[in-house]
């Protein structure tokens, strides 16, 4: 079945590093493009980061641009999210999310997210 496990959250100091892992089986990974949401309590989620099926063009939310970066491994079926000077409004829940587009028609996976907390 299909899965997209996340990992690598936790807590970390302002002006921190984190580097988030998505571990995805169950699909053909590299006909995805890959992206990560994150979600604030009380607060909509919102796209941070995608990269295409190759890996070939990044997009960023302006919010992250400079401090992350979004990579992917086709040959290990995982994405990463390197987040660094991480700030406190940086705190969410993050989410691992696979998207294709075929004649129109969306198929979209989501994991189950990991917490990330920017506090001193």
């Known amino acids: 079945q299909v899965q997209l496990v996340e990992s690598g959250g936790g807590l970390v100091q302002p002006g921190g590093s984190l580097t988030l892992s998505c571990a995805a089986s169950?699909?053909?990974?590299?006909?995805?493009?890959m992206n990560w949401y994150r979600q604030a309590p009380g607060q909509e989620r919102e796209l941070v980061a995608g990269?295409?099926?190759?890996?070939?063009?990044?997009n960023y939310t302006d919010s992250v641009k400079g401090r992350f970066t979004i990579s992917r491994d086709n040959a290990k079926n995982t994405v990463y999210l390197q987040m660094g000077s991480l700030k406190p409004e940086d705190t969410a829940v993050y989410y691992c999310?696979?998207?294709?587009?075929?004649?129109?028609?969306?198929?979209?996976?989501w994991g189950q997210g990991t917490q990330v907390t920017v506090s001193s």
């Open positions: 999310n696979a998207d294709r587009e075929v004649a129109g028609r969306h198929t979209s996976y």
């Open positions: 169950g699909f053909t990974f590299s006909a995805y493009a």
């Open positions: 990269i295409t099926r190759l890996g070939s063009r990044k």
